[in-house]
Nanobody, 115 residues
Framework: QVQLVESGGGLVQAGGSLRLSCAAS????????MGWYRQAPGRQRDLVAA???????RYADSVKGRFTISRDNAKNTMYLQMNNLKPEDTAVYYC?????????WGQGTQVTVSS
């Protein structure tokens, strides 16, 4: 059984930075996709950044150059460094781990960017 716990969200002014963490417990394999998604009120949940397979990463166009995904395999923790935040980045951010036959989600952490 895999459990994911996000932390690091909060309120920040536009142009500021936050670092989100996703602590994973259970059997985590770096070959499986793992990433960050976000969902704003009234909108669908969208990919922000992810490790597609091993070290290969994918970013949403809206965050390229501002957000960086990373991981510490020894700590089973994934991070999302978010710089130059914009009000449109406001959303609940979720950690996701996909084994190919099951999706695991964390409880989410709120990020609010004020203008």
């Amino acid at each position: 059984q895999v459990q994911l716990v996000e932390s690091g969200g909060g309120l920040v002014q536009a142009g500021g930075s936050l670092r989100l963490s996703c602590a994973a417990s259970g059997s985590i394999f770096s070959i499986n996709p793992m990433g960050w998604y976000r969902q704003a009120p009234g909108r669908q949940r969208d990919l922000v950044a992810a490790f597609i397979s091993g070290g290969i990463t994918r970013y949403a166009d809206s965050v390229k150059g501002r957000f960086t995904i990373s991981r510490d395999n020894a700590k089973n923790t994934m991070y999302l460094q978010m710089n130059n935040l914009k009000p449109e980045d406001t959303a609940v951010y979720y950690c996701n781990y996909n084994t190919g036959w099951r999706d695991y989600w964390g409880q989410g952490t709120q990020v609010t960017v004020s203008s």
